[in-house]
């Protein structure tokens, strides 16, 4: 806590601060000759701008010896020409099953505080055999807004089981 301003006490007597020392002269480095060209090189000889007029005015291109035109063979190949079909893997099995969707949407007046939803779902369905199947998945709901510390999150998982009848 600062004490009330009492005028009974002395003043205190302020000295003025010292002068600074003026900071030397930095020596100038010693001047140096200019350096000359070694040797002179021969430079190649300088291309007109412009092609000559008579080079214009010559006919532009003689007739073509070759076709213009491409035949492409549109015909089915034989089995043997196509190329092997490569075997499916685990993840190719899986990539009919899983499911993951994404949106975005702004929201709040247009502008810099202008703010944006997501929503991102995700899911993956397992057959058991040809009645029951296993899904499983996470929705995920983001909100972000300029100004916001944090952006505001929410998980909801999702688990279901469906039997066919």
Do not use: C, W
Request: glycine content about 6%; aromatic content about 2%; overall charge positive.
């Amino acid at each position: 806590m600062i004490p009330p301003f009492d005028p009974s006490l002395p003043t205190l007597a302020l000295e003025p601060p010292a002068p600074v020392p003026p900071r030397p002269i930095a020596a100038k480095p010693p001047e140096r000759s200019p350096r000359r060209a070694e040797s002179p090189t021969a430079t190649a000889a300088a291309e007109p701008a412009h092609p000559p007029l008579d080079a214009l005015l010559r006919a532009p291109h003689l007739p073509r010896t070759e076709p213009s035109t491409v035949d492409l063979d549109l015909s089915p190949t034989s089995a043997e020409a196509r190329p092997a079909p490569k075997p499916p893997g685990a993840l190719d099995q899986l990539g009919r099953r899983i499911r993951l969707e994404q949106r975005k949407d702004a929201i709040g007046p247009a502008g810099p505080r202008q703010g944006t939803l997501y929503e991102t779902e995700a899911g993956l369905r397992i057959p058991v055999d040809q009645s029951i199947s296993l899904e499983g998945g996470v929705r995920v709901n983001s909100r972000d807004e300029p100004g916001a510390k944090q952006p505001d999150r929410r998980s909801t998982p999702r688990v279901g089981v469906e039997v066919r009848f």
